[in-house]
């Protein structure tokens, strides 16, 4: 049996983005009322963290970002975007919290004192650029967990793949001239951002490094594991990470509202298991995985409970 961490904090509740908007905190708290009544519960590491320093945050977004994220949120306003990013006066302090727990997650996982461990936090990152708030996400957890990893725990190669049912344009676009982060996303396409196209390969010296596998509308377990199969294991085992990060949304589930994909929570499951194999030859085991999307509460929390077994068990 791994040790495995679940790294929360009650605070993540406070990120409040109205009435009717899908990233709520009910999110959490469902994944939560449904864990604590499996074996897992028990089974898990239960972590809170602490708000990340900005000084981490900085590896990833400039200063004026931050500092206006941070003035937006406490004047009150309410939208940050010309989109659904919706802010509470807490959601600034929120959303460090949300980095902070995936540097408590290297920091376990670098120390080995966890095999792995899974960020449930809110709000989400992947579609944070640089300078951009995009798609419910005002930092990229991701990101800067990936960052920390590299310049804090002296990390080389790290791989981040993601299958959350939306493409992750903003990390793709933060590492996309960067070697020494493979970026590795399954997603609906077409479908809102729009990016992740198979031609979007890298620039520059990170050329080959961004890694794009467009899923049709109605594309299930089948298409997926041909994906791993054929295109991601390889490129994992060729760019042998020493650090494998999972952006974990869970809206490609095939009962999520906000796409169309046909994925189970064993399709969760199994991807797991094919991830923790390559873990277990390049990067010891290390798996830190990051909550994104996954929008049905009871597909979300059933999805993370399978992600999590195979995490702890090895299989489901
Ligand atoms: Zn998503």
Redesign the pocket.
């Known amino acids: 049996m791994n040790n495995v961490g679940l790294i929360y904090h009650p605070d993540y509740l406070k990120h409040d983005t109205g009435s009717n908007h899908p990233e709520r905190p009910e999110r959490l708290e469902t994944m939560l009322q449904h864990l604590l009544q499996t074996p897992i519960w028990k089974q898990l590491h239960h972590l809170q963290p602490s708000l990340a320093a900005v000084e981490w945050i900085q590896k990833v977004h400039p200063e004026y970002y931050i500092k206006m994220i941070e003035k937006r949120c406490l004047a009150g306003e309410e939208i940050l975007d010309d989109g659904d990013t919706h802010v509470c006066p807490d959601s600034y302090a929120v959303a460090l919290l949300a980095a902070g727990g995936v540097l408590h997650a290297v920091d376990q996982v670098m120390n080995n004192t966890l095999h792995s461990a899974f960020c449930a936090g809110r709000p989400?990152g992947?579609h944070a650029e640089t300078a951009k708030v995009m798609?419910f996400c005002l930092f990229n957890n991701v990101a800067i967990g990936a960052r920390y990893a590299q310049l804090n725990h002296g990390v080389d190669r790290v791989a981040i793949v993601d299958w959350?049912?939306?493409h992750g344009n903003g990390t793709q676009e933060i590492f996309y001239e960067d070697p020494s982060v493979l970026y590795v996303s399954l997603h609906q396409y077409p479908l809102w951002p729009g990016t992740g196209a198979l031609t979007e390969t890298g620039s520059g010296k990170g050329e080959g490094y961004t890694l794009n596998c467009p899923m049709k509308p109605g594309s299930g377990e089948k298409e997926y594991l041909e994906a791993f199969r054929n295109r991601i294991l390889p490129a994992l085992h060729k760019f042998q990470p020493q650090l494998l990060m999972v952006s974990a949304?869970f809206?490609a589930h095939k009962d999520d509202p906000?796409?169309n994909i046909q994925l189970t929570e064993e399709s969760f499951a199994t991807m797991t298991e094919m991830l923790m194999e390559i873990s277990a030859t390049y990067c010891g085991g290390k798996i830190i995985s990051v909550l994104?999307?996954?929008y049905n509460l009871h597909a979300l929390a059933r999805s993370v409970e399978a992600h999590l077994t195979v995490l702890i068990n090895e299989t489901i």
Do not use: N, S
């Open positions: 989400p992947h798609g959350d049912v939306h949304g809206d906000l796409a994104e999307g996954g």
